[in-house]
């Protein structure tokens, strides 16, 4: 099978390139690869930066997925904050394959990782990407999709998404730069949302429907969870955390309940954004639950006592510390948030 790439390059760093897939010219041969380039010419890129193609390659590396129930498969990440190691693959990722076309469920932190997950659809399967559905905002989740949508995929996410990624896209791509680096980083780019879910969708990939459901703001203001009817399988993005410590930054009072409802919802197993990657349903949510309320109890009594906050976040729900990783990465942050939003109580 072959691919067509061009090479871009950092205007202000030219030594440091990357090879970007171009979608949707994929063959057999190189022959036929060249002559799907020539029917469907490569749209303008940035000129200055193009250090060469566009050319027919042998594809490249995609990203592994396990089937978890027929059809649907899952591509589990690191437990790890975003490094040079793991190039920002931290996030699990899911493809459900209908009849007629395929869904992708989050797209990982960088474009790579979107050409990636598109190897690892055709891999499988000739069907078009009809949807590529963006769990929340975090950079984990949605840098890929600017590939899937390329290759003629509708981005859906919650209706708050798109204002969410304008307001942060420049601190999430200079974040993520510093800690994977900008080589890695380069074709990176927020994808504009197609469909924008305020309440509840459903799609149709030929034999089975997804429902989308978004959510009051619980670990973000921009969470959706994802049902396949058919397997039951229930994609919950960051909702529900395993092994990773939960990362709070919606409201913790509006996840609780979020989580409450959540758990009423009938599903074979759930995936969360992080660790699984299939959970027993409801018993999955209980230790992002637990911590939820150590947190929510830690941080109002810390107030009831009159703590100031900078002398209560080391004490909250700091025995919850060896039930967790990357507790001290993220448990000071989550404390913060909630200590601002408990004190108005
Ligand atoms: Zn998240």
Redesign the pocket.
């Known amino acids: 099978m072959f691919e067509v790439i061009v090479t871009l390059c950092l205007a202000a760093a030219p030594g440091i390139c990357r090879d970007i897939l171009l979608p949707g010219h994929e063959a057999a041969t190189e022959a036929a690869c060249l002559a799907a380039l020539e029917r469907t010419p490569v749209a303008a890129l940035p000129e200055r930066v193009i250090a060469g193609g566009p050319v027919c390659v042998p594809v490249g590396e995609a990203l592994g997925f396990d089937e978890v129930a027929p059809g649907v498969l899952v591509h589990v990440g690191a437990i790890a904050e975003a490094d040079g190691e793991n190039g920002g693959d931290m996030a699990n990722l899911g493809i459900v394959i209908g009849t007629r076309s395929v869904a992708v469920i989050d797209t990982g932190s960088a474009r790579w990782m979107g050409e990636a997950i598109w190897r690892a659809v055709r891999a499988r399967t000739g069907l078009p990407v009809s949807h590529v559905i963006l769990t929340?905002m975090?950079p984990?989740?949605v840098f890929g999709a600017t590939v899937l949508a390329e290759a003629g995929a509708k981005v859906v996410g919650h209706e708050g998404l798109a204002r969410a990624l304008a307001d942060r896209q420049e601190n999430y791509l200079e974040s993520l730069a510093a800690r994977i680096g900008a080589g890695r980083l380069i074709g990176t780019a927020v994808a504009p949302v197609d469909v924008e879910v305020a309440d509840a969708t459903e799609i149709d990939l030929g034999g089975r429907v997804l429902e989308v459901r978004a959510w009051p703001a619980a670990?973000?203001g921009t969470d959706l969870t994802v049902l396949d009817r058919d397997s039951g399988v229930l994609f919950v993005?960051?909702l529900v955390f395993d092994k990773h410590l939960p990362?709070l930054?919606g409201s913790l009072r509006g996840w609780q309940v979020v989580l409450a409802e959540l758990v009423t919802i009938p599903a074979s197993g759930v995936v969360p954004?992080h660790g699984g990657p299939v959970l027993p349903w409801p018993d999955g949510a209980q230790d992002t639950a637990r911590y939820l309320d150590v947190l929510a109890q830690d941080t109002h009594a810390a107030i009831g006592r009159g703590e100031r906050l900078s002398d209560a976040v080391a004490g909250i729900a700091a025995e919850e510390r060896d039930r967790w990783q990357l507790f001290d990465e993220h448990n000071a942050r989550n404390a913060t948030v909630a200590f601002t939003e408990l004190e108005w109580e």
């Open positions: 929340h975090h984990d989740h670990h973000t993005g960051d990362t930054d954004g």
